[in-house]
Nanobody, 121 residues
Framework: QVQPVESGGGSVQTGGSLRLSCAAS????????LSWYRQTPGKEREFVSR???????MYADSVKGRFTVSQDNAKNTVYLQMNSLKPEDTAMYYC???????????????WGQGTLVTVSS
């Protein structure tokens, strides 16, 4: 099992931008859902965005219009472009890789270790 590896976190001021990356190896014959979640101390992990193998995307209402998820299949990497950042976006951001039970592939769910995003006012 190879866990996803996040990178790109850092500290920015309100209104700034960051691009997170999630390196997640995949078997080309299988279908995957790559998702971004975030968590702050004392709170539950919350969904941010996801992208499926077919390129369809989904966003939490709190980030719609500001965040964009994309993928580079050749690099096995998913990106989260975060613009117009707010202090409430401060969190540890995690990547989750889910391999679907399709086309003879077995279900698998793996989390990365996270990358920290801090937005100061």
């Amino acid at each position: 099992q190879v866990q996803p590896v996040e990178s790109g976190g850092g500290s920015v001021q309100t209104g700034g931008s960051l691009r997170l990356s999630c390196a997640a190896s995949r078997i080309s014959a299988c279908r995957y859902v790559l998702s971004w979640y975030r968590q702050t101390p004392g709170k539950e992990r919350e969904f941010v965005s996801r992208i499926d193998s077919d390129g369809s995307t989904m966003y939490a209402d709190s980030v719609k219009g500001r965040f964009t998820v994309s993928q580079d299949n050749a690099k096995n990497t998913v990106y989260l472009q975060m613009n117009s950042l707010k202090p409430e976006d401060t969190a540890m951001y995690y990547c989750k890789k889910v391999r679907l039970i399709k086309l003879g592939c077995q279900y698998q769910e793996l989390w990365g270790q996270g990358t920290l995003v801090t937005v100061s006012s």
